[in-house]
């Protein structure tokens, strides 16, 4: 029997919403997924913002760690609740020789069981029942939860565009935009507390010029709110020199980790976010991070952060990865590669296509309008269609609703959650189900 009654009121709320809409449909997917021999009519999950390109050579070395090495006994124990001190040098030098470029304390480091974790606790710490978060929209649903279900943070969309052609050259996130939005936070009784940047963005695939990151920073600091770039896409980045879609890129924008900038400025309004989940395709390792020069930002999270923190194990076979720097090397560059290969699969059906789509820097994602699709100009029809390019093409989307943007129709592709050759096929399906329609 279902009963929520013995619930708190909160509990009831938690009850009552499922964390995504696509959840259902997505396991169903997954039982009758797509394979080559055994399902040639099978389903493509692109849904949920998994890499599964290059798995097998990550579990290949996971093996020969725990066949080749005995398990240390501290593994056993309780350890740091913000990450134990080898994981932490191991992480920080991995993160300043690939991802920015530039020199992080091992103390100004702090983990938790993925992004998800790392997102909600920072915000608990940061900010106050009721205060509100500033994310451009579109923007990754799940903020809304990890923000939202226990820190108690409001998400604020902030609209910086309508159609999807005007970010072609990066987010258009002002100084004005932010301004206006502070003032009416403000005025319905709130606080703008934090400024949350996801770079390589999810779902669009921009990135945000060194400048920009510089002018919003100075914003922020001068009005006293915390600024929080999340880079967990930050080495997850597609190849833009590649002569089939170079031309995508008129004004090309040059990647910059924010790391750079926190460190010279060293504030600590000023903070970053990561997680091995994406570049490393290891989601269900549950190991996300925070850096940030504020002190007593990093001292609550360790002593708030104990049901937060992650498995001694994980954290033992993730460093003796980062170790490694041969491998790390070879990974990283095989990653990047088979990323832009499905990429520009994706985006060679969607030009032959006509479907608009915003040339990414990086994430795992393709952003692309197909508003022409919708039988009705609202949530229920972008819904609808959602539903329908599933139903009778078999691909599952990520439905727009939550993403926060005002547009209604536009869908992120996941391009990594399957391999190469399923790839293929999903996209020759997708064209046929394009075709079909507009034949209609
Ligand atoms: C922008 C962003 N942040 C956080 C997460 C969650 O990451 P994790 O699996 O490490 O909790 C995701 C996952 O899709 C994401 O896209």
Redesign the pocket.
Known sequence: MKSNHHLSKRGLKAAEKPLRVDMDIYFQAMEDRYHHYTNPEGKFPMN??ENQLCWDALKEKIQAITKSQEIPDWVSSYGDPAGVLSLREASAHFLSGYLTHVPIPPETLAFS???????ELTSFLLADHGDTAVIPAP??P??SA?IGVIPGIKRYNLQTHHEIEEIKNGIPLSIELLEKSKLEIESSGSNFRMLIL?TPD?PTGSIYSEDQLNHLADWCIKNEIHLIV?E??GLSRIDTSNPEIKEDYPNPIHFVSFAQLMAERRNPYLHF?Y????DFGI?GF???LLHSYNEDLIGGYRNAGLSHSVSNYTQWILTEVLKDRIFLDAYIETNQKALTTSYLMVVRCLKKSEIPFNPSYGSLFVWADLSEFLLENSDKGQHDLWLDIYQHSGILFTPGAGFGHQKKGLFRLVISSVDHQALEVAMERFSAYITKRRNT
């Open positions: 949920v913002a069981s993925g992004a998800t974790s790392v997102i923007s990754y799940v903020y990890d996801t999810n999340n967990i896409y976010w997680s091995f989940s994406k989601s549950r190991v996300g």
